[in-house]
Each structure stands twice: as structure tokens, then as C-alpha cells.
């Protein structure tokens, strides 16, 4: 028998034992894939895998006899089951690892664990363990999510959007791996987070999985390590900058918009401060943008601290703020509560901002240092000396708020945290940097320095803590409380823009949810258990908003916002199949 013959008609190509390969090395072939699942290729397909949920008349109808052991088990069977194995991995790393691999595998059950087991897994999928799984992200992936758009594929960003085999996208989250948490830059390893936060728009705001888009962005890495790592995933340069990297973001926000239309959301996530500003400023009068690290972070902090005055005396305008950090999350929290207090108190911005000051790395802003600060810093350089730490910061200012946005770790020391307590009954700290190694303390830290009277949430959890006797429930202060339910109030509304006034109405919405239960255990957050209600109601607000604005193009307005944003929510339950 000549090749030919062998072929099975592909000229010049071979026939194995298996009849797997019918071209040689040196030839194309064309990949492809049968589109109607059914056998073998089901099973292989993570958005319609059931594993051993399919039923008796699913099996024969779908080829799957023989496939399958014969057991038929229920979706809350399986649950039991993984959730049981799960516990068994002492090591985090391991657990992110055998839930990612469950998502790659069977994503409905994927999402019915993270629904029915928020508290427990949200440390598992987002901070801290995403933290970890992005530094080692190159060794441990066996298939990536995702679309990574590197400096190769400029001028090819159009072609590389179609190569994503979902059409509908509604939400695109997007880094450039540039300042991942507090973790630094992370280079293409970054990719761990816009999959992180788009697994959570999916389980705690409802979006559905398919419309969800992770992206990043390779422009290099200046992290030297990286660069000299034989099994880094990413290009191997130094970051691209100036107009190099402007016209790849161009190119890349017009594709976007070109390919879904104007009316996805693109969530830009964990980039370095020195972008992040500028892309937001740019492209939010242009496109349905929005900075999870700027705007989500501030209206989350809002939210805790309206909620927060039913525990302290005083509006918020009574209140004195300090930051240790003055980058994307300081300064967009420190605006937005400038704004609320703008709006509450009648007075003007540039006075209300004067009730809150920020340290950076160099000190206390101030009036003397402003010709050579950044510009989101300038609206904070208020008169005074100049001073040098924080310590001297908190005895300077009094703050009735102490507020770590610095990435930098066991910077609230036992001193600072005594000082706050000094002069409030009930100092309010929040350590919003993650992962848990950056944050500024820990809770048993914030309650034993504050002898049981601080009011203490940070970025990534802590177990409650016992003092003097009593158990206190520090919260997690941390935007994904905020993202998904406003995520979905602009799409359910069809928002075309993102106003301030809709992250006012995200954080009244998030504070609305404390109940007085919450409050006696000194929570400023509701649980997490709660959250796909609270991402109804904050969509609903936002919705609202939007429609109030003249901002939303789905009309009619529906009557009841929150009854719509629930009944818009992703369910993970299996379907029957015909
Ligand atoms: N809980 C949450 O929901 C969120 C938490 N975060 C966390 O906040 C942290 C900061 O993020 P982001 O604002 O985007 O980062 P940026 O890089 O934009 O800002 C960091 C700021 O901290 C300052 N800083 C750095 N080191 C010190 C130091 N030793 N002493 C005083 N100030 C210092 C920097 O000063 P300088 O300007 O002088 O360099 C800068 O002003 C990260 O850990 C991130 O994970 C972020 C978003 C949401
Ligand atoms: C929570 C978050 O967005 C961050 O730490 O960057
Ligand atoms: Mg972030």
C-alpha cells in the first residue's frame, strides 16, 4: 500500500494504528472539533460535563454508556464529596489548584461550590491564595485561561479577540500584571487575577460564565527574577512604556469596543498606578470603563464607613481620615469620601477633602512637597510640617480612621495602633492591603494593641479572634463585595458610562445590608454567605442610578431593579438534556 493510499484521501499524510494522525510533521492540517457534544468529547467539555450527574436517559441518549461508572450521583452529592476532598488539602496552594482544575473540568459544579461555600472558598480563588498561585502561576498551569495579548500580537489584537470562542462578552477583566495586590510586578503571571475577579462576577454577582472575558496584557516584566526564570509564561523584556505602550492600549480598547460592541464593561484591574490613572481618565469618556483598584476599592471603604457610624458617634464629616499609602486605592477612597461629605455637608470639595490626609512613602503630603508630587496626589498636599513616619502622622493629625493602602506589610505597629486608642474610644482601622503577608496588621494584633476597642476589617480575611474573653469577627474590607454587584447593575441597565454617583449608590446599597446582628459583633461588612442578595441589591442601586442619570439604554426601565437583577443571576444548577 502506497502513502497515498493511506492517506484516507489527505495527500502525501500517514495513518497510525489509532487513525489519530493523517497529516505528517511537515504538513498543515486544520484543527477541528465536532459542535454538537455528545460521548466522549462531553464529558471533555467543562460547560456541559455533569461527570456522574448525568442520568440513566442521558447516558443512552448521548452516548455515554460505558463511559461513565454506573453509580448516578446528584449535584449536591458531588458537592459533598469535593468539598470533603478539598478539606483534605492542608496546603492552599493545593486547594486553589484542585478547585481551578474542577473549573476547567465540570464549571456548573465549579460555581455551585463557590455559591454554597463562599466564606470558606473565597480565600482559596481570590486573596490570598490567588496571590501565590500568580507567582507560581508559570509551573503550576497545565492549560491557560484566558487571552494573553503580548507586544507580538500588536496590529493583530482584532484577529486575536475572534480567536476567543465566546461571542456575547459582557464583562472583560484586564491587567497588565504590572502591580498584582501588593505582590508587585507579576508580568504575564498576572493572569491569575482577571480569572480570580471574573469567577466571582460569575458566583457572587451572577454574570454568566461565557460572557465573562480574563485578559492580559504583555507589554514585559521588570521583574528580574522573572526575566531570568527559565519557565517564565510571559515575553522576556523589559516593560514596554511611552507610546509603545499607549498605542498597544489603543489598539486594544478600539478592538474591544469593535469586536462586543460599546456596551461591555472592561474592569481594569492591578495595574501600576502610573497607568491605571490615565487609562481611566482616557477611556472612561469613551467606553464603559471602570478601576476595581480606584473606584471599587473606594466605594467598598465608603460602604464600611457608613455603616461604621452606627458603631462611632458622628457624621461622616466629623470624622478625620489618615492613609498610609497614596496610590490607586488611598486616593480613590479618600476622593469618594470627599465626595460624600461634599454632598452631605453642601460644602465643596476642595473643603471636605482637608478632613483627610495621606502618607507615602516619603511622609505626610504636604503643601511644601506639591510641585513634585504625582497629580492624583496634588488635591492632598494640605499645610502643615512635614513629617516623616507614620507614627508621628497619627500623633500629629489625630485620625478617628486609620486607613493601610500601602502593599506594605506590619506597617501599623503596636505604637501606631496605641496611639489610635490613645484618643478614640473606638479607633477605626481597616488593613486593606493583600495578600494576608502585606497587610498593614492582623486582626489579633488590632484588637490586642487596641485592648478589644478597635473596629477592624481588612483586604483578605482573618480568623475571629479571642480577647479578654470575648470573640471578635474582623470583616474583609475588600472590593469584591462591591465589583460583581455593580458589574451587573450597568449590564442588566445596558449603562454606557460609569458615573461617581453610581459608586455612591453601590456603597449606600453595601451598608443598607448590615444588620444589627452584624453591628453586635462588631462586623461594618454583612457576611459573605449573603453576598448574591447584596450583589442584587447594590445592582439594583446602580441600575437605578443609571437610569436616573440618563446613562442606562435597556428601556423600559424594569419596575422592581431588585427582582430583575435576580432573576438575570447565573444559576450552576445542572440542566436536563433532551
Ligand atoms: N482591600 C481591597 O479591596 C484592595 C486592596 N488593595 C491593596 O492596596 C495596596 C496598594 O494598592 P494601590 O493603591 O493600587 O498601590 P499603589 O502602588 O498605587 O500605591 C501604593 C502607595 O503606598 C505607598 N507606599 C509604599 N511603600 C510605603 C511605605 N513603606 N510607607 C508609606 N507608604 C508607602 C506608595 O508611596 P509612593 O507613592 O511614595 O511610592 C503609594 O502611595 C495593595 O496591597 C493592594 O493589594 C488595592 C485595591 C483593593
Ligand atoms: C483586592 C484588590 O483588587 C487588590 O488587592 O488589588
Ligand atoms: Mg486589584
Redesign the pocket.
Known amino acids: 500500500m502506497d502513502l497515498k493510499e493511506m492517506s484516507n484521501g489527505v495527500a502525501g499524510g500517514v495513518q497510525d494504528a489509532y487513525g489519530e494522525d493523517r497529516a505528517t510533521e511537515d504538513q498543515y492540517v486544520t484543527p477541528w472539533t465536532v459542535s454538537v457534544s455528545s460521548g466522549y468529547t462531553l464529558l471533555r467539555d467543562p460547560r456541559h460535563n455533569k461527570g456522574l450527574a448525568f442520568a440513566e436517559k442521558e447516558r443512552d441518549a448521548h452516548y455515554l454508556r460505558g463511559l461513565l461508572p454506573p453509580a448516578v450521583l446528584t449535584q449536591e452529592l458531588q458537592e459533598k464529596k469535593l468539598m470533603h476532598n478539598l478539606r483534605q488539602y492542608k496546603v492552599p496552594l493545593q486547594r486553589y489548584m484542585a478547585v481551578m482544575e474542577l473549573q476547567e473540568r465540570n464549571e456548573r459544579l465549579f460555581y455551585k461550590l463557590l455559591i454554597d461555600n463562599v466564606e470558606e472558598l473565597l480565600p482559596v480563588v481570590y486573596?490570598p491564595t490567588v496571590g501565590e498561585a500568580c507567582q507560581k502561576y508559570g509551573s503550576i498551569f497545565r492549560r491557560p485561561q484566558g487571552l494573553f495579548i503580548s507586544l507580538k500580537e500588536k496590529g493583530k489584537i482584532l484577529e486575536v479577540l475572534r480567536n476567543w470562542p465566546e461571542k456575547s462578552i459582557q464583562v472583560i477583566v484586564v491587567t497588565d500584571g504590572e502591580?498584582i495586590?501588593?505582590l508587585g510586578d507579576l508580568g504575564c503571571q498576572g493572569m491569575g487575577i482577571p480569572v480570580g475577579k471574573l469567577s466571582l462576577y460569575t458566583a457572587l454577582g451572577g454574570l454568566r460564565p461565557s460572557a465573562c472575558l480574563p485578559i492580559t496584557i504583555d507589554v514585559g516584566t521588570n521583574n528580574e527574577q522573572l526575566l531570568n526564570d527559565e519557565f517564565y509564561i510571559g515575553l522576556r523584556q523589559k516593560r514596554a512604556t511611552g507610546q509603545e505602550y499607549a498605542e498597544l492600549l489603543e489598539e486594544f480598547m478600539s478592538a474591544v469596543k469593535q469586536n462586543y460592541g460599546e456596551k461591555v464593561l472592561i474592569q481594569f484591574e492591578?495595574f501600576?498606578?502610573h497607568n491605571?490613572f490615565e487609562l481611566l481618565e482616557k477611556y472612561s469618556k469613551t467606553h464603559l470603563v471602570f478601576n476595581?483598584?480606584?473606584q471599587?476599592?473606594a466605594s467598598?471603604v465608603l460602604a464600611g464607613l457608613i455603616a461604621a457610624l452606627k458603631l462611632v458617634d458622628g457624621k461622616l464629616a466629623d470624622h478625620t481620615f489618615l492613609f498610609?499609602?497614596?496610590?490607586?486605592?488611598?486616593?480613590?477612597i479618600a476622593e469618594l469620601i470627599a465626595l460624600q461629605m461634599s454632598k452631605q455637608t453642601q460644602a465643596p470639595l476642595e473643603e471636605t477633602r482637608k478632613k483627610i490626609w495621606?502618607?507615602?512613602?516619603?511622609g505626610l503630603i504636604v503643601s511644601s512637597r506639591k510641585e513634585s508630587l504625582?497629580h492624583f496626589?496634588k488635591p492632598w498636599a494640605h499645610e502643615h510640617e512635614p513629617i516623616k513616619t507614620?507614627l508621628d502622622a497619627v500623633k500629629a493629625i489625630k485620625p478617628t480612621v486609620l486607613i493601610?493602602?500601602?502593599?506594605?506589610g506590619k506597617?501599623f505597629t503596636k505604637e501606631v495602633v496605641e496611639a489610635m486608642t490613645s484618643f478614640n474610644e473606638k479607633p477605626l482601622i481597616l488593613a486593606?492591603?493583600?495578600?494576608t503577608s502585606?497587610s498593614e496588621c492582623t486582626a489579633e494584633e488590632a484588637y490586642t494593641w487596641s485592648e478589644g476597642r478597635a473596629i477592624f476589617a481588612?483586604?483578605?480575611p482573618f480568623d475571629p479572634v479571642e480577647y479578654d474573653g470575648k470573640v471578635f469577627l474582623p470583616g474583609q474590607?475588600?472590593?469584591?463585595y462591591i465589583f460583581p454587584g455593580f458589574g451587573l447593575g450597568l449590564i442588566m441597565s445596558g449603562a454606557i458610562r460609569v458615573h461617581d454617583d453610581m459608586l455612591l449608590a453601590a456603597s449606600e446599597a453595601l451598608a443598607a445590608q448590615v444588620t444589627q446582628e452584624n453591628f453586635d459583633k462588631g462586623l461594618i461588612y454583612p457576611p459573605f454567605s449573603n453576598i448574591r442578595k447584596i450583589s442584587a441589591n447594590i445592582a439594583a442601586k446602580v441600575a437605578a442610578k443609571a437610569y436616573e442619570l440618563g446613562l442606562a439604554s435597556h428601556l423600559p426601565q424594569p419596575q422592581n431593579l431588585v427582582k430583575y437583577a435576580e432573576s438575570c443571576m447565573y444559576s450552576p444548577l445542572y440542566r436536563t438534556y433532551r
Open positions: 486573596t502591580r495586590l501588593g492591578d501600576a498606578n491605571a476595581d483598584d480606584i471599587g476599592t467598598v498610609l499609602g497614596a496610590g490607586e486605592a488611598g486616593t480613590g495621606l502618607v507615602d512613602s516619603k504625582q496626589k507614620l493601610g493602602s500601602s502593599g506594605v506597617t486593606l492591603s493583600n495578600p502585606q481588612s483586604g483578605s474590607a475588600n472590593n469584591a
